[in-house]
């Protein structure tokens, strides 16, 4: 069976460190929640080789394109899947991705998000196959959001018993 570690491995793709939160930012909650088979996984940016928070910033349809946008949720994704690997240890104990939820702080008439958020629902189907990688997905478009992160996703999956 080819796990999902190996299948970043073929594809030339590396997990970042899981997050490095910085100096005086507090966060009174978790990034990655496990209760029993359940994960939930915190809304995410983009972060460094180092598990450094580093973006990306501003509006997508403004400061970003569409392209640039499904290249950093598909980096966002490697981000998500660092942290859910430091929770759990291996990402084959995931059973099932069940939901998906991107936001994206956008331009003014800007109305492209679901095609940039496709960047991470691309690199999770791809590395946990279409039974395990399919989940359930919301993509919108908001005003602002922390930080003046241009994205940010969340979701949640099942483990195996």
Do not use: C
Not at 41 to 57: A, E, L, R, T, Y
Not at 122 to 135: A, K, Q, T, W
Not at 152 to 159: H, S
């Amino acid at each position: 069976m080819t796990t999902p570690e190996k299948k970043l491995a073929q594809r030339g793709l590396e997990l970042p460190a899981p997050t490095r939160l910085p100096p005086g930012l507090h966060l009174p909650f978790s990034f990655i929640n496990v209760r029993g088979t359940h994960v939930y996984i915190s809304g995410h940016p983009k972060q460094g080789p180092d598990g450094s928070i580093v973006g990306p910033f501003g509006k997508v349809g403004a400061d970003m394109s569409t392209e640039e946008a499904q290249l950093a949720a598909r980096d966002i994704g490697l981000t998500v899947l660092a942290n859910l690997k430091a929770e759990i240890g291996e990402l084959s104990r995931v059973e099932g991705w069940l939901r998906v939820f991107g936001m994206v702080q956008s331009a003014d008439g800007y109305s492209d998000q679901h095609l940039g958020i496709n960047g991470f629902s691309d690199l999770i189907i791809d590395l946990f196959g279409p039974e395990i990688g399919r989940h359930s997905r919301s993509a919108i478009g908001v005003a602002g959001l922390p930080m003046n992160f241009a994205m940010e996703i969340e979701g949640e999956l099942r483990l195996l018993p």
